[in-house]
């Protein structure tokens, strides 16, 4: 049975959890029509802070992290097979089905499929190259999406890409310890939003809207950073933790909850903003309860479970039970 070597990151749950809330807000329109069109965003009457702190300002964050779990999993998977690669792929495949079945029969802006098919197609031949062309390629691939389609969904290869560089360049096991880095980043990134945001709103164009995408992206993680680094690490792991230990989870079920929403109150592009606002609290303060109670007794969400049992072909424990009997036996 496959047993865990590494010890959790909780800063990237915290983050992952961030991430998450922020992509249900900038969501929640676009997810469904009744009428079976799929709402785009900047929607005309959008609040001007969504466009500037919202739109594409989560996900960024969300696809790097798949590239730092991916990358994670790869140096734990090493100790434990002497086929790595072949269980990742399965891995990856399993969650390109997800993704498939979650774009076709629910909401045909599914990011999952993205992510599986950037692992496929990048990600998991790069555990072949030296870090540094890694790192390189990352740059390079962001650079020529941006500049020839804009961004959006699109930039996930180059992002799951940087998230494989940033793990194998250490920088994931430096962040729970590291201050001056996150602030010295964050700094940086906030100088360059700043003129990046003004010409976003000047000229409306998708490239510099991905471009300060990605720079409010990183101000965001690293000021989470830092202030994990405080006495709001307990109030943000409480907050933001649970949610991001069952993305899987909470993602798909988000979907399931707006579209049935919508069912009940109408089209979502007939809601008011402040609806928008209250349905997202509702959703997410619903999730996170449920996966505070799951986590409370459970090691894994359910679909996590179950990927992870779609991973190894080996049923995984799931009960806290389990893992109490353990330590235990080790003493």
């Not at 990151?9 to 029509?33: E, T």
């Not at 961004?151 to 180059?158: E, N, W």
Request: charged content about 15%; some cysteine.
């Amino acid at each position: 049975m496959p047993s865990e070597t590494r010890r959790r990151i909780a800063a990237l749950d915290v983050v992952r959890g961030f991430a998450l809330c922020g992509i249900l807000l900038a969501n929640i329109r676009p997810i469904a029509n009744l009428d079976g069109v799929i709402l785009q965003h900047g929607e005309p009457d959008s609040p001007a802070w969504i466009g500037l702190f919202v739109e594409q300002r989560f996900f960024p964050i969300f696809a790097t992290l798949f590239g730092v779990g991916f990358s994670l999993l790869v140096g734990s998977a090493a100790d434990r097979t002497t086929r790595p690669r072949v269980l990742l792929l399965r891995r990856l495949l399993v969650l390109l089905a997800v993704g498939l079945a979650h774009m076709f029969l629910l909401w045909r802006g599914d990011v999952l499929t993205y992510y599986a098919l950037s692992g496929l197609l990048v990600l998991l031949p790069s555990t072949w190259l030296p870090r540094w062309a890694v790192a390189l390629l990352a740059v390079a691939v962001c650079a020529v999406t941006i500049a020839f389609s804009g961004g959006g969904y699109m930039l996930s290869p180059g992002l799951v890409l940087a998230g494989s560089a940033l793990v194998r360049y250490g920088v994931i096991d430096r962040i729970e310890t590291s201050t001056r880095g996150p602030a010295v980043v964050g700094l940086v990134l906030a100088a360059a939003a700043v003129p990046a945001l003004w010409a976003q709103e000047r000229s409306q164009s998708p490239a510099l809207f991905a471009v300060a995408g990605l720079l409010i992206a990183g101000v965001y993680c690293c000021a989470l950073l830092l202030l994990l680094r405080t006495r709001l690490r307990a109030a943000l792991q409480t907050l933001f933790a649970p949610l991001g230990r069952m993305a899987l989870t909470n993602y798909l079920s988000a979907t399931a909850l707006v579209l049935t929403i919508a069912h009940l109150y109408g089209r979502p592009q007939d809601w008011s903003w402040p609806a928008v606002y209250l349905i997202t609290g509702g959703i997410l303060a619903l999730q996170w309860a449920w996966s505070t109670l799951w986590l409370r007794h459970h090691l894994y969400g359910p679909l996590e479970w179950l990927w992870r049992w779609a991973t190894w072909l080996r049923r995984p424990p799931l009960s806290r039970r389990w893992e109490r009997s353990t330590k235990l036996s080790r003493m």
